[in-house]
């Protein structure tokens, strides 16, 4: 089976490096590139063709939300989560009106995490 292609984006790096360690649990998940901000997102979606990026709502330059409809209008097959440690701040009808697969909060259980990559990459085969 093939392995789900994730890519990571979040302006913490330390955050980073923890859900990378902890995606990499999981036999079929794979971090194939990680990036700093929005701009770094839109990039490596179109080099790397993920099949599911994981990305901080809030990031200096350009901002997820901004960088996440980019890259679905450009890379429709790729699903975008954002990832927030504020849920009471976004708007989930905007999100949800504009293509983006969802919002992850950053300290849920990683299981939610896991199914929610797996369906969205189920969706987007």
């Given at each position: 089976?093939?392995?789900?292609r994730v890519l990571l984006v979040d302006d913490n790096a330390g955050?980073?490096?923890?859900?990378?360690?902890?995606?990499?649990?999981?036999?079929?998940?794979?971090?194939?590139?990680?990036?700093?901000?929005?701009?770094?997102?839109?990039?490596?979606?179109?080099?790397?063709?993920?099949?599911?990026?994981?990305?901080?709502?809030?990031?200096?330059?350009?901002?997820?939300?901004?960088?996440?409809?980019?890259?679905?209008?450009?890379?429709?097959?790729?699903?975008?989560?954002?990832?927030?440690?504020?849920?009471?701040?976004?708007?989930?009808?905007?999100?949800?009106?504009?293509?983006?697969?969802?919002?992850?909060?950053?300290?849920?259980?990683?299981?939610?995490?896991?199914?929610?990559?797996?369906?969205?990459?189920?969706?987007?085969?």
């Amino acid at each position: 089976m093939a392995k789900i292609r994730v890519l990571l984006v979040d302006d913490n790096a330390g955050f980073r490096q923890r859900m990378a360690r902890l995606l990499q649990t999981q036999d079929d998940l794979e971090v194939i590139g990680e990036g700093a901000d929005g701009s770094d997102a839109v990039t490596l979606a179109g080099t790397l063709r993920p099949d599911v990026i994981l990305m901080d709502f809030r990031m200096a330059g350009l901002d997820g939300f901004t960088a996440a409809r980019s890259i679905t209008r450009e890379h429709p097959a790729v699903r975008v989560f954002l990832l927030t440690a504020y849920p009471g701040a976004l708007d989930k009808d905007k999100i949800s009106r504009s293509g983006i697969a969802g919002l992850l909060i950053k300290d849920m259980p990683a299981a939610e995490i896991f199914e929610a990559i797996r369906s969205a990459a189920a969706k987007s085969a």
